[in-house]
């Protein structure tokens, strides 16, 4: 199936907008799409037809009155292979932001909710994951080597170790970089970003 994968818009919805009058395949937006006014725009479209991973520039109070908001991790239906996914990052800039405005602290998961989708990962052992943060390794390898992670990246490098996906799509980062980490096939997506694949 043909998915168009689009990263962080951080509330310029036309960038959405754009894309979706482009091609009638499956949209998935990676997180950072916006606060409450901007996800209103998600009314315009199906559910089926747009999805949206969490970020953590996304206003959480309101993100499940969204049928597109796909939850916290899980497998996404309709394709030949399985796709998972994982919500959330860390705000580096959360200092300057303001709680319950423009900053709110469900932007990661929680620990114990965390160790749950270790588990999940291990049984289900997906063959592409979609993610907003990368790994600590993609971190890395994209931004800075002592660049500091939180507790999202360092689960989810604990899981690639359990099993390697054969691709793994994250944005977060605001660079566009192709690597590879072992046997998976890494991009990150960069700003506004936006790329097809058929899975």
């Known amino acids: 199936m043909k998915v168009n994968i689009l990263s962080d818009i951080h509330g310029n919805t ?10 009638d395949d499956l949209i998935i937006q990676i997180g950072d799409f916006g606060f409450a006014n901007d996800w209103k725009v998600l009314s315009n479209y199906s559910p089926a037809k747009v999805k949206v991973v969490g970020g953590n520039h996304d206003e959480y109070p309101i993100v499940n009155q969204y049928p597109h908001y796909l939850g916290d991790y899980g497998l996404i239906p309709g394709f030949d292979m399985k796709v998972g996914f994982l919500r959330g990052a860390y705000s580096i800039d959360r200092y ?59 689960v989810l490098e604990e899981a690639f170790k359990i099993h390697p996906p054969k691709i793994h799509v994250h944005g977060h980062l605001h660079v566009s970089k192709k690597y590879d980490v072992g046997k998976t096939k890494c991009i990150c997506l960069n700003v506004h970003e936006s790329r097809e694949f058929d899975w």
Do not use: N
């Not at 036309?14 to 091609?23: E, F, P």
């Open 96 to 154: 300057c932001r303001i709680e319950g405005i423009s900053w709110w602290p469900e932007e990661q998961i929680s620990y114990p909710d965390l160790w749950k989708f270790l588990d999940w990962y291990e049984i289900e052992k997906p063959d592409v994951m979609i993610t907003h943060c990368s790994t600590i390794t993609g971190l890395h390898r994209c931004v800075h080597p002592v660049f500091s992670y939180s507790r999202t990246e360092t």
């Open 14 to 23: 036309h960038y959405l907008d754009r894309l979706a009058r482009k091609t």
